[in-house]
């Protein structure tokens, strides 16, 4: 009993500093009576997004839902991404019956970009299964609640639930946690103002685009910014649709190669495929998906 309530002394004397910690930074930005929504369509407004915009962001916002997304990619860093599932010989099959499906495409972008089908093929199953599980979560939304995540009340439950994960590190990763929830809320503006570029441009609606908590969209899961910098059509259509097969396949091998994939250059490929994914196990997890693939006929171990 004794050694219950020593425990639970300690956890509010953590929580108290935490939220001091909250109480000492919202003072400094926020007026406490300003809600958080509110907040978020002032910082809207001051960047020049347009009033359809934040109308579509609005209407689609599930303040329920707000602590959870902003806690994924707030909290992110206490947990270390795993991609050895995504490794199979499932895997291995599905994207060799991937290329044999769409193989007059991928043997087209592979000679313009030098970006291999079986890399292509193996990125674009790690991401969303080819295309199975793109997300349901509206991206305008995803945004608009991160764009919340340096406000005080967001910032309360944010730690709150860094207590209840981790509540050994709490107290030594406060700082990080604020400062996280700040980089989070400005990447937020920066990908709602390119969300509100590709609507006005008329490549896509805010209404309509779904995808992953993290906010990306499509087959190749891309984010808002990378859309207007990489995706290019697959076919002689005016915009790039990501959730056409032909666009997905197109823009990954683009976004690869502008990012310096150079043919048979190992380096080139590990450094190309970081910059999609930073995670050192995502890069291995594609590579060795796609030797496997490329080795038709030969007994390849995805554990080897």
């Not at 087959?219 to 859309?227: D, E, H, L």
Request: charged letters at 25%; aromatic letters at 8%.
């Amino acid at each position: 009993m004794m050694d219950c309530t020593v425990r639970v002394f300690r956890f509010g004397l953590v929580l108290g500093a935490l939220l001091a910690a909250c109480v000492a930074y919202g003072k400094s930005i926020v007026p406490t009576s300003v809600e958080p929504i509110d907040y978020a369509v002032v910082k809207l407004r001051s960047a020049g997004i347009s009033e359809g915009l934040i109308s579509t962001v609005k209407q689609f916002h599930v303040p329920e839902e707000r602590d959870w997304i902003v806690e994924m990619n707030v909290l992110g860093f206490l947990g270390k991404a795993d991609y050895s599932a995504h490794l199979s010989h499932d895997a291995i099959r599905k994207c060799r019956e991937f290329i044999s499906a769409h193989h007059r495409q991928l043997v087209r972008v592979e000679k313009r970009s030098g970006v291999p089908k079986e890399v292509i093929a193996a990125l674009l199953w790690v991401e969303t299964k080819h295309g199975r599980h793109i997300g349901s979560h509206k991206v305008g939304h995803v945004y608009f609640s991160l764009l919340q995540a340096d406000h005080p009340e967001v910032l309360k439950s944010t730690m709150i639930r860094l207590l209840n994960r981790a509540p050994a590190q709490a107290a030594e990763t406060r700082q990080k946690v604020i400062d996280r929830s700040i980089a989070k809320s400005n990447w937020a503006l920066i990908e709602l103002r390119s969300l509100d570029a590709i609507q006005k441009s008329g490549r896509g609606s805010a209404r309509d685009l779904v995808g992953s908590y993290a906010g990306a969209f499509g087959i190749p899961q891309f984010i808002p910014s990378s859309y207007l910098q990489w995706a290019r059509p697959g076919l002689k259509a005016r915009h790039a649709d990501l959730f056409k097969m032909d666009d997905a396949i197109q823009s990954v091998a683009f976004y690869l190669k502008a990012n310096g994939w150079k043919r048979k250059d190992q380096a080139s490929h590990r450094s190309a495929l970081l910059h999609y994914n930073r995670a050192q196990g995502y890069v291995d997890v594609i590579l060795r998906i796609a030797q496997c693939v490329k080795a038709q006929g030969e007994k390849c171990s995805p554990s080897a």
